[in-house]
Structure formats: C-alpha cells, structure tokens
C-alpha cells in the first residue's frame, strides 16, 4: 500500500482526534466487526461464489477492513510492509511450490504427505 494512503487514512483520524479512541482491543474488534459485514455479503449467496452483483458493498467493506489494520499497525507501530513481507517469507517455508502448487492442503499436513 503505497505510503499516501496510508498517510490519508492516519490523517482523517488525526483530524477528528479519534487516536485517543483508538486502543488495540477495540481496532481488533472493528476488524472482525468489517470483516464479518463482508461475510454477510455472501450469506445466502448458494451457487453464486463471487457475487459481482454486490461488488460495491464488497469494495466498502473492503476498504473499511482494511482502514482498521492500519490503524492497529499504527498502534502498534508496524511497517505493514515489512509484516506483510515476513510473513510471506515464513509462509513460503511453510509452502514450498513444490508441494503446495495447485494443493490447498494445510503445511502440516503437506510435511505428513510428503513423508517427512
């Protein structure tokens, strides 16, 4: 995420002096709260597995999602960046191509599959 919109969704917050309001505990629970509002998107949805009808509430709920952990990187002062690029890292270990291309078999159980 390139660093100015970042820096535009700090700034909304600055300008109405929400940090104060803005614990780790209650940015976790307005994650979850977003991501569940998603969720209910595709509630009922039966065959229909990308619903592209409702692409704008998945756009906005989106968004808001994603709003909500850079405000929780930030209370934590996290480079999003440098997370994101560690935990690829660490799943790439986990997943290696050769064993996990087209399986979406857990790494646990890929070790087991492979007999190591």
Same mark, same amino acid.
């Given at each position: ?38 969720? &209910? ?5 039966? !065959? ?5 009808? %409702?692409?704008?509430?998945?756009? *906005? /709920? +989106? ?28 799943? &790439? ?5 050769? !064993? ?5 078999? %857990?790494?646990?159980?890929?070790? *087991? /599959? +492979?007999?190591?």
């Amino acid at each position: 995420m390139k660093p100015e919109t970042i820096n535009k969704v700090l700034k909304f917050r600055d300008d109405r002096n929400w940090k104060q309001f803005h614990n780790p505990k209650d940015l976790a629970i307005s994650i979850n709260l977003e991501a569940a509002e998603l969720l &209910e998107i595709f509630q009922w949805s039966g !065959k229909d597995l990308e619903c592209n009808s %409702k692409i704008e509430k998945v756009r *906005e /709920e +989106s968004a808001d999602i994603l709003n909500y952990c850079i405000l929780f990187a930030d209370a934590y002062q996290l480079d999003l960046d440098e997370i994101v690029t560690e935990k690829i890292n660490r799943n &790439e270990k986990k997943y290696p191509v050769e !064993k996990a291309f087209g399986n979406k078999t %857990k790494y646990t159980q890929l070790k *087991e /599959e +492979s007999g190591k």
